[in-house]
């Protein structure tokens, strides 16, 4: 099964809005809303910070918002801010294997 | 508080055998699969394997399957993943995480353990 696509990295200043992509196929992204994004800062575990393409856990900040269109799914982050500098996965349910992560988008914050 | 908390950091050599283990506190252990994944030095996440220890039912990742063997122990609350012979593409940081309830997510992340194989 294949890895989901994102592009390996990204960028924008403090106060900016941004997003990050996370393509699949109709066999994982495209067939469930079951797509969820993970901030991995460098030495430490990942961390959930949407679940099921749009929910939000209960501590993550609301800067933080999730969508899909497809075969696609995609991070926002409004306001950035230098904290929100980390790894961005995404993950998706896919059926019988069941879960297939995306390769990784390194967000910097300039 | 749920927390996953698992074992040290191990360096073994090409060959040799190794389980390492990943504690579940502060929920019902039994109730949540438990998840395994990979992560080699520099790369990404990778789906390895998933345990529901309420009646250790197994999924395997394709390219994990055969490769690795999940399970737990449910009198103590702990998962387990176990080499038989180690390579030295074996070297990476692995995670446990719990599923969420009724989805999923991975909620809870272990700290993780760090292997090294090396001659």
């Known amino acids: 099964q294949s890895a989901l696509t994102q592009p390996a990295s990204v960028s924008g200043s403090p106060g900016q809005s941004i997003t990050i992509s996370c393509t699949g196929t109709?066999?994982?992204?495209?067939?469930?809303?079951?797509v969820s994004w993970y901030q991995q800062h460098p030495g430490k575990a990942p961390k959930l910070m949407i679940y099921e393409g749009s929910k939000r856990p209960s501590g993550v900040s609301n800067r933080f918002s999730g969508s899909k269109s497809g075969n696609t799914a995609s991070l926002t982050i409004s306001g950035l801010q230098a904290e929100d500098e980390a790894d961005y996965y995404c993950c998706s349910y896919a059926g019988s294997s069941p879960w297939v992560f995306g390769g990784g988008t390194k967000l910097t914050v300039l | 508080e749920v927390q996953l908390v698992q074992s040290g950091a191990e360096v073994k050599k090409p060959g040799e055998s190794l389980k390492i283990s990943c504690k579940g506190s502060g929920y019902s252990f039994t109730s949540y699969w438990i998840g395994w994944v990979r992560q080699m030095p520099g790369k990404g996440l990778e789906w390895m394997g998933i345990?529901?220890?309420?009646?250790?039912?197994?999924r395997y990742s394709p390219s994990f399957q055969g490769q690795v063997t999940i399970s737990a122990d449910k009198s103590i609350s702990t998962a387990y993943l176990q080499w038989s012979s180690l390579k030295a593409s074996d070297t990476a940081m692995y995670y446990c995480?719990?599923?969420?309830?009724?989805?999923?997510?991975?909620?809870?992340w272990g700290q993780g353990t760090l292997v090294t194989v090396s001659s």
């Open positions: 345990i529901y220890p309420g009646d250790s039912d197994t």
């Open positions: 995480a719990r599923r969420g309830y009724e989805g999923y997510e991975l909620d809870y």
């Open positions: 109709s066999s994982d992204v495209g067939s469930y809303n079951l």
